[in-house]
């Protein structure tokens, strides 16, 4: 059985930081490219980061750009997002995935295999 587990959301003012884990199992991790997603009330769901299965390489979205980053550790199983800098439009629902060798393409939520089921970060001005 897959189980994508997120942890780390909570409530944080803007300018603060959050560190989301997510906890995979039932899958061979190294195989895997990780992303993390996110969907704020009455939005599409947005892509955020992601670390490619091969390379260990990652893409992130322009909106976060130099204050988010994405980590894995592959003995544990785990995936990370460091958030910094929050902005009140950072809040959403954030969604960990998995993706079978999924390669450049990390950014489309479609090519994804697995989903979490999200973690609530609010961000208060």
């Known amino acids: 059985q897959v189980q994508l587990v997120e942890s780390g959301g909570g409530l944080v003012q803007a300018g603060g930081s959050l560190r989301l884990s997510c906890a995979v199992s039932?899958?061979?991790?190294?195989?895997?490219?990780m992303g993390w997603f996110r969907q704020a009330p009455g939005k599409e769901r947005d892509f955020v980061a992601a670390?490619?299965?091969?390379?260990?390489?990652?893409y992130y979205s322009d909106s976060v750009k130099g204050r988010f980053t994405i980590s894995r550790d592959i003995p544990k199983n785990m995936v990370y997002l460091q958030m910094n800098s929050l902005k009140p439009e950072d809040a959403a629902v954030y969604y960990c995935a998995a993706g079978w060798r999924v390669g450049v393409s990390v950014p489309t939520d479609d090519l994804y295999d697995y989903w979490g089921q999200g973690t609530q970060v609010t961000v208060s001005s």
């Open positions: 670390i490619m299965w091969s390379s260990g390489a990652t």
């Open positions: 039932g899958i061979t991790f190294s195989t895997y490219s």
